[in-house]
């Protein structure tokens, strides 16, 4: 695939560097800081949401769909796909982990038994790359999340076994923490609800309190454990209640001063998470993303440089919350090369928020003196500056192929290893 030279890269940045420069707008200060974004990457893109624990199909809301070749099988593949997607997009990068990537060895350990060591590898290999890892619990795909219901169910000895299981999942991301030097966003998200119209709603979110409070009573240091709830409006089985609601969440994550997270693929199809991140800021310190794309329900579509992506960019720098935020993907699509969606995802949230960073101060000015017109007008002028060229730039920087040029690369790997597995 034909691409630009060095030279010629560095060439059209000065040209876009001295347009953006028309507008107020600090192009070095821009990079500076996307440089310093970390963007957590889901391990479970490379191997369809499968995991280490048996080769069973998904269940709990969980699909993903396609069945092109050369998924990962181990540990070891998936960390050498990673390698190679960690090498295609520049910048700052975290992993995220589920349990069920669990390394046990010839010893089959159960979720509620699962320890630090069980992660080892992973944070070891995580170190030595200098990148951070986030830990998930996993509450489906699992005999005892088999009738909808973990932390909400009614039956004690099931809740029981699952709050086990996400307390032994805050110690792991303790443990990630402490190895690593940065916090480890452990997250909860549980498959609970209703398939149809339920008489009770009250009495599950009741349980489900009950077993957060009893999830989090250990109090861990948020130097290397942040915790985090992930609502949804609806999935698989759970069309009509889901028992942990945005509202729910929501309103547990302000009286535990914990984070909310937000996925772009959890709410209707015309709501964005852009709009919910102000809102939730104002009472929360923190927050955490999980950045999809639902194309008609939780899909988990490959994220793509569209509107939403943009807004939600936006949204986080206008606000000056870069460091309040923290930015995870979440999407697998099986049906395209699994490395490919990985790196067009993560490239794609990168560039939002390179757009977002070269947006002027001017615009703010325009709306506190009433400008909607100005506002509107630059806003449009903005989406014709040439933004590609900054970008290409970046990854220049970064030891990173600027444009299409990564494509090659992900092809040339796919022909070497992924057809041979």
């Known amino acids: 695939m034909k691409t630009f030279s060095d030279s010629r890269i560095e060439k059209v940045f000065q040209f876009a560097k001295e347009t953006y420069a028309t507008h107020g707008v600090d192009v070095d200060a821009a990079l500076k800081t996307l440089s310093s974004i970390p963007v957590s990457l ?18 709990g809301g969980i699909q993903a769909t396609g069945n092109y070749p050369g998924k990962a ?14 090498k295609l997009a ?36 995580a170190k030595a790359r200098g990148i951070g890892l986030d830990f998930n619990g996993s509450f489906f795909s699992h005999p005892k999340a088999a009738s909808g219901f973990t932390l909400s169910s009614r039956d004690a000895a099931i809740r029981d076994y699952w709050v086990e299981h996400a307390i032994s999942c805050r110690k792991i991301g303790e443990a990630m923490g402490r190895k690593q030097g ?36 250990e109090k861990i240091d948020s130097r290397y454990l942040l915790d985090a709830v992930e609502p949804k409006l609806f999935g ?18 302000v009286e535990k001063k914990i984070l909310l997270c937000l996925d772009a693929g959890h709410y209707h199809p015309t709501e964005t998470i852009a709009d919910k991140i102000s809102s939730s800021l104002i009472f929360l310190d923190e927050i955490l993303l999980h950045v999809s794309r639902g194309v008609r329900w939780d899909s988990d579509h490959v994220v793509i440089l569209n509107d939403d992506l943009l807004a939600i960019a936006a949204e986080i720098v206008r606000g000056g919350f870069l460091d309040r935020v923290h930015i995870g993907l979440d999407f697998f699509d099986a049906s395209i090369n699994r490395l490919a969606a990985w790196t ?12 977002a960073l070269l947006e002027p101060a001017d615009l703010r000015r325009r709306e506190v003196e009433g400008d909607y017109t100005g506002r509107l007008a630059m806003l449009e002028e903005l989406k014709t500056l040439p933004l590609g060229a900054i970008w290409d730039y970046h990854c220049l920087q970064h030891q990173a192929p600027a444009g ?12 070497k290893v992924l057809s041979k597995r």
């Open 344 to 355: 067009i995802g993560v490239r794609c949230m990168q560039k939002a928020l390179l757009a």
């Open 73 to 86: 099988r181990n540990g070891d593949e998936l960390r050498q796909d990673l390698e190679l997607v960690l």
């Open 42 to 59: 889901h391990c479970w893109q490379g191997d369809d949401v499968t995991g280490f624990e048996n080769k069973e199909g998904l269940s």
């Open 90 to 125: 520049p910048g700052k990068k975290r992993l995220n982990l589920h349990s069920i990537y669990a390394e046990t060895g010839v010893k089959k350990v159960d979720r509620a038994k699962l320890q630090p060591e069980h992660f080892a590898g992973w944070m070891d290999w």
């Open 236 to 253: 698989i089985g759970s069309e009509s209640c889901v028992i942990g609601s945005h509202e729910f969440y929501l309103a547990y994550a």
């Open 182 to 217: 940065s916090p480890c966003v452990t997250n909860i998200w549980i498959p609970d609800g209703f398939k149809d119209i339920p008489v009770d709603r009250k009495t599950p979110r009741e349980i489900l309190r009950q077993s957060l409070d009893r999830i989090l009573a």
């Open 404 to 415: 299409p040029a990564w494509l090659d690369e992900v092809r040339a790997y796919e022909q």
